[in-house]
């Protein structure tokens, strides 16, 4: 069983850049791929980044590239989500998933096996 505990939500400002944060327990994290995924108010969850921990390979959805960093602590559990230039439409809850099946770095959620309570992030004008 896979344990997953955002952190770092809040709020901000158009321009602000926050960090979140992914604990990950349980299972062996070093074979996963681990996402973060959005939901906002009235929305479907959607994509945003996700990493394979073994190799650190990434993807991106199209709207946070160039802005959005993902990244993990290789010698520990933890995986983050360097956000940068924030605008409101980045206003969601943020959840972090892990996809324990071993292959390619998915943006569908139905990969994910495994999800987090989630965090929110609220950016204004």
């Known amino acids: 069983q896979v344990q997953l505990v955002e952190s770092g939500g809040g709020l901000g400002q158009a321009g602000d850049s926050l960090t979140l944060s992914c604990e990950a327990s349980?299972?062996?994290?070093?074979?996963?791929?681990l996402g973060w995924f959005r939901q906002a108010p009235g929305k479907e969850r959607e994509f945003v980044a996700a990493?394979?921990?073994?190799?650190?390979?990434?993807e991106y959805r199209d709207s946070v590239k160039g802005r959005f960093t993902i990244s993990r602590a290789y010698a520990g559990n933890t995986m983050y989500l360097q956000m940068n230039s924030l605008k409101p439409e980045d206003t969601a809850i943020y959840y972090c998933?892990?996809?324990?099946?071993?292959?390619?770095?998915?943006?569908?959620?139905?990969?994910?096996?495994?999800w987090g309570q989630g965090t929110q992030v609220t950016v204004s004008s």
């Open positions: 990493i394979r921990w073994g190799d650190g390979s990434r």
């Open positions: 349980g299972g062996t994290i070093r074979s996963y791929v």
């Open positions: 998933a892990a996809d324990v099946t071993v292959g390619t770095v998915e943006a569908s959620s139905e990969a994910y096996d495994y």
